[in-house]
């Protein structure tokens, strides 16, 4: 794939920023020691990225 095949749109970086934020709430779980909480966010940040790999 080349960087030039790319094309980024309000969809694919609305999902990325998602991903982030659920990202930071899997740390914020961590550390309060909520591990399957930080689990399912984890997924979720997961499906997001997904999308917005899918998206591109």
């Not at 689990?39 to 917005?52: E, R, S, T």
């Amino acid at each position: 794939m080349d960087i030039g095949d790319l094309h980024f749109t309000y969809g694919n970086i609305a999902l990325f920023a998602v991903a982030v934020f659920l990202l930071a709430g899997v740390y914020s779980f961590v550390k309060q020691g909520i591990k399957i909480g930080a689990v399912i966010l984890l997924v979720l940040a997961g499906l997001a990225i997904a999308g917005g790999v899918s998206w591109l």
